[in-house]
């Protein structure tokens, strides 16, 4: 279910956002289809709790240099560069369950920028 979910969300060039620390398959997948991983940040001193504010710069870093590579296109959802964030919850490797607040803060950010979650 994974690879397939992966599949119909990645091509060359996109981005998933992935945890650090985070299980590896999710790397192998996404350079499998030419896209790339970037990965946030957990924050151990928060239960490993995802840096959101991490994870939002990424997402602006990311979509500010697409819409610079691809200033001659219409900037879309085909061309956007980060496809989807993955949430691990139960996290593998760190064993952390995010509390409700935490996933609906997750959830405003995805939604913030229009971004599936996969988890």
Known sequence: ???????????????????????PLYQVIAESHGARVVHYDLLPQSGWECDLNHMESIILHEEEEAMRKNCEKKYDA?????????????????????????????????ARHRLPIIS
Not at 6 to 11: E, H, V
Request: glycine share 4%; proline share 7%; aromatic share 4%.
């Open 78 to 110: 085909k061309n956007r560069a980060v496809r989807a964030i993955l949430i691990n919850n139960p996290s593998n490797p760190t064993g952390a369950v995010y509390s409700e607040s935490h996933l609906m803060d997750i959830i405003r950010v995805a």
């Open 1 to 23: 279910a994974l690879e397939l979910a992966l599949t119909a969300l990645l091509d060359e060039d996109s981005v998933l956002l992935v945890p650090r620390p985070g299980f």
